[in-house]
Nanobody, 123 residues
Framework: QVQLVESGGGLVQAGGSLRLSCAISGRTFSTYAMAWFRQPPGKEREFVAA????????DYADSVKGRFTISRETVKNTVYLQMNRLNPEDTSVYYC????????????????WGQGTQVTVSS
């Protein structure tokens, strides 16, 4: 079992920045991947970014490439999402997710999920 706890959401003005954190605990595979998804109101959950825990390789959705950065701190078993140049379209509940294999972008390919943290960007 893997437990994920997100933090760092909030309200920010357009053009601002936020950093989300996701603390990981429990039994993990050595080749696992961590990802961030988001679910805007009334829409399906969508992929934002992912990172391979072992190699550090990253993957980003086109909508956030160049603005968001996913990173990991292995000593603290924590993954981060640094979000810069935020715009109102980024308003969503953000979820971190754990998957046993890297390289995936579909929600069903991730086995454990955090509770979500709200990010609201005002115009």
């Amino acid at each position: 079992q893997v437990q994920l706890v997100e933090s760092g959401g909030g309200l920010v003005q357009a053009g601002g920045s936020l950093r989300l954190s996701c603390a990981i605990s429990g039994r993990t595979f050595s080749t696992y991947a961590m990802a961030w998804f988001r679910q805007p109101p009334g829409k399906e959950r969508e992929f934002v970014a992912a990172i391979s825990w072992r190699t550090g390789d990253t993957d980003y959705a086109d909508s956030v490439k160049g603005r968001f950065t996913i990173s990991r701190e292995t000593v603290k078993n924590t993954v981060y999402l640094q979000m810069n140049r935020l715009n109102p379209e980024d308003t969503s509940v953000y979820y971190c997710a754990y998957g046993v294999l890297p390289g995936n972008r579909k929600p069903h390919e991730y086995q454990f999920w955090g509770q979500g943290t709200q990010v609201t960007v005002s115009s």
